[in-house]
């Protein structure tokens, strides 16, 4: 199984050296949860891949992808991008963003 969860002190940590590391990137994206759904929904979808990409304004953002079960991209399916990000729409404070 790909992911697993990790305590929000991990998740603080990491997403605090991303910001030190690269201090005018996007701190992250938005996706609504349709997003999610019309991906995995698609035939043969078992998860969803995301790539690191850069929008239009040269700021971090992420292409997404349904996968099959052999672990490749269903690319001719459906391939989101267009995420809200942050800063400019991002959660009040908290240890994943301050």
Known sequence: ??????????????????????????????????????????????GIRMYNALNEDDKLTNVLVGVDEDGNDLIHGKVYNKAVICPDYCSKGNPLNS
């Open 1 to 46: 199984m790909a992911g697993s969860i990790i305590s929000l002190a991990d998740g603080s940590k990491m997403t605090a050296d991303f910001r030190k590391k690269f201090p005018n990137e996007s701190k992250a994206v938005y996706y609504s949860s349709n997003v999610f759904t019309e991906l995995l929904s698609q035939e043969g979808c078992v």
